[in-house]
C-alpha cells in the first residue's frame, strides 16, 4: 500500500516528466535529438524548433496568462 504523501510525490513526477511509456521517451529523445540538429542548421530568420514540432504524440503546452498577454501585445 502506497501513503498520501508517496502517491502525490509519485503524481508530481508524472506531470513533470511523463509516465514510463517507453514508447513516449523514444518519441521524446528521438524528436529531442531532431529539433537540436533542426536548430543547428536553420535560418537566422526562420523560427525556432521545439520538440513538440518533431512528436506526434506531445502536445504543444499551453501559455500561461502572463505569457499570452507578453506574445499577444
Known sequence: MVSLREYRTWMKYRSKYGG???????EWAAATIA???ANVNRMK???VFKVYHF???????????????????
Open 35 to 37: 529539433s537540436t540538429i
Open 45 to 47: 530568420d526562420s523560427p
Open 55 to 73: 512528436a506526434p504524440h506531445i502536445e504543444e503546452p499551453s501559455l500561461t496568462l502572463e505569457e499570452a498577454k507578453k506574445k499577444w501585445s
Open 20 to 26: 514510463f511509456n517507453q514508447m513516449m521517451r523514444t
